[in-house]
Nanobody, 114 residues
């Protein structure tokens, strides 16, 4: 059973913006805190941002002020608005539950380069 489907990635120049979406199965989404993670080539998967079911958010220091996480509980979907993108943001982005992660989806590739 597919639990997470990420989309919205692509190539963008430094300073650009992208909006990622993650459609989750009901069992994974409700009433859980959700999170976005990213994994660059040769590196471990890191937490980028999280959001509780009620909408409280937290961010990694490297993305504070540039990324915004949000969710639509009626659509079982979580979003990541990424602004002022930098080359170091290049990675595959995944979503999952913040606690007790389920199976990982295929992720969505974000490439920031000129």
């Amino acid at each position: 059973q597919v639990q997470f489907v990420e989309s919205g990635g692509g190539w963008v120049q430094p300073g650009g913006s992208l909006r990622l979406s993650c459609a989750a199965s009901v069992s994974m989404f409700r009433p859980n805190a959700m999170a976005w993670y990213r994994q660059a080539p040769g590196k471990q998967r890191d937490l980028v941002a999280s959001i509780t079911y009620g909408g409280n958010t937290n961010y990694a220091e490297s993305v504070k002020g540039r990324f915004t996480v949000s969710r639509d509980n009626a659509k079982n979907t979580v979003y990541l608005q990424m602004n002022s993108l930098k080359p170091e943001d290049t990675a595959v982005y995944y979503c999952n539950r913040m606690y007790s992660p389920g199976s990982w989806g295929q992720g969505t590739q974000v490439t920031v380069s000129s």
